[in-house]
């Protein structure tokens, strides 16, 4: 004859799995319906002689159905998670505008131009502070700088030649003021201005690529199973 532990297991173990199938269910939810089936077990067994038998224990269970069944069942009348919020854009007005104004607002609108590039810059929260510092200073000005220092160099680089002529008419030499320049100059001044030139670009796609790789990050939540309610 089977004993009452030996059935009083068999319900134990049937509420123990069920619990183990809820367990992504919320805890308020999960606790109702183990409640709701162990009390339905017991007035079963209340009807049953000593509890039942442990034949009559299985067919009991039997009838309430698997575990895994109930908890799909569960799951599949759950009302849908509510939509993923929209991710914010790679690019929105301000950014667009703060990555012309950075290389170029300086041309268009002396100083000005530039200037508001950076406050712009500064008040989105597009940008970490990191990436703030390097679009303010790498290259200050943007390409004002470069023809700054192009126009510059032409007027230091001129020369003035006086020739002198003899009594004749002859001529007899040239004598001119002012620095040529050297070799070492010359490529000095070439690698200058392609900095002056690189620096607002690279800064712009420095910029542009942190924007982008913000917008491809993965969002919390994707994949996961949606809470209940």
């Known amino acids: 004859m089977t004993t009452a532990p030996a059935t009083d297991r068999l319900v134990d173990d049937y509420l123990d799995r069920l619990e183990d199938e809820l ?10 319906l183990v409640d709701e089936i162990s009390t ?7 009807a049953l002689a000593d509890g039942g038998t442990e034949a009559e ?8 159905g698997d575990p895994a069944e109930i ?18 854009a790679a690019y929105g007005w301000a950014e667009r505008i703060t990555l012309f104004l950075l290389p170029v607002g300086g041309l268009l609108i002396p100083l000005i131009g530039w200037f508001a590039g950076v ?3 500064w008040t989105s929260d597009a940008w970490t502070t990191k990436d703030k510092l390097i679009g303010t200073f790498v290259l200050p000005g943007g390409y004002v700088a470069l023809v700054w220092v192009t126009l510059m160099g032409g007027s230091s680089s001129d020369q003035a030649c006086v020739t002198s002529v003899g009594p004749t008419g002859r001529a007899l030499g040239s004598q001119c003021t002012g620095d040529g320049g050297s070799a070492f100059a010359d490529v000095l001044a070439v690698a200058g201005i392609a900095i002056l030139l690189i620096a607002p670009l690279a800064t712009v796609v420095y910029l542009g690529m942190r924007l982008s790789g913000r917008a491809h990050a993965p969002r919390a939540g994707v994949g996961r199973r949606p809470a209940l309610g």
């Open 40 to 46: 339905h077990i017991e007035e079963a067994r209340a």
């Open 119 to 121: 406050v712009l810059l």
């Open 57 to 64: 224990v299985r067919m009991l269970l039997d009838r309430l």
């Open 71 to 88: 908890a799909a069942g569960v799951y599949e009348d759950a009302p849908p998670a509510a939509p993923a919020a929209p991710a914010r």
């Open 23 to 32: 367990a992504d269910a919320p805890s308020s939810r999960r606790r109702e």
